[in-house]
């Protein structure tokens, strides 16, 4: 399959692209606002638009718009955008914040910078935060183990009575009924 792709100056060959087509779904935009020239500016904060489906194209389905974009995986995904002037010029009152879903993202973790998984799954992650705990913890042990030492050393050196030893002793005591 021929793979769509914008040039991108921080491609890696040896790291997935970040940038990849997804549908963008406008669920309450009015039919008339189902135009390329218009859909464009709306939506340059999410991505680079590509093409409307076709019930968008034909205007066949009116309340909701369809359209292919190419977007950054890497970058925050806004779950509205501004329908109007300039939101600090809106003095009439005529714009408004529309709502858009991103259908089907792929996976993509942040950690391996790498398609198919996502941060959350992501084995190589847990590999690396498993290895920073044991090494966290074998630096806390080795601080109890000194703690421990001081503690028997400042017992012994003021020889205290071993009260439990005695205790425990008169537990086992068999009790005759
Ligand atoms: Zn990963």
């Known amino acids: 399959m021929m793979k769509l792709e914008a040039w991108n100056p921080l491609f890696k060959p040896n790291e997935d692209s970040l940038m990849v087509p997804i549908w963008i779904v406008i669920p309450e935009l009015p039919w008339h606002f189902y135009f390329m020239e ?28 369809k359209v292919k974009m190419q977007i950054n995986l890497t970058k925050d995904r806004p779950h509205h ?26 996976d993509y973790c942040s950690y391996c910078r790498l398609l198919g998984h996502n941060t959350h799954a992501c084995s190589e992650k847990a590999k690396h935060e498993d290895m920073q705990k044991r090494k966290e913890g074998a630096r806390t042990n080795e601080q109890i183990m000194q703690q421990e030492k001081t503690t028997t050393e400042a017992q012994q050196a003021h020889q205290l009575p071993k009260q439990q030893n005695q205790d425990t002793q008169q537990n086992q005591t068999p009790q005759h009924q």
């Open 81 to 106: 955008v501004w329908l109007g002037y300039d939101e600090n010029y809106d003095e009439n009152g005529d714009g408004q914040w529309i709502e858009i879903q991103y259908e089907s993202i792929p």
């Open 38 to 65: 218009i859909l464009t500016p709306l939506l340059s904060h999410v991505g680079k638009t590509l093409f409307l489906d076709l019930a968008s194209f034909q205007k066949t389905r009116r309340s909701v718009v």
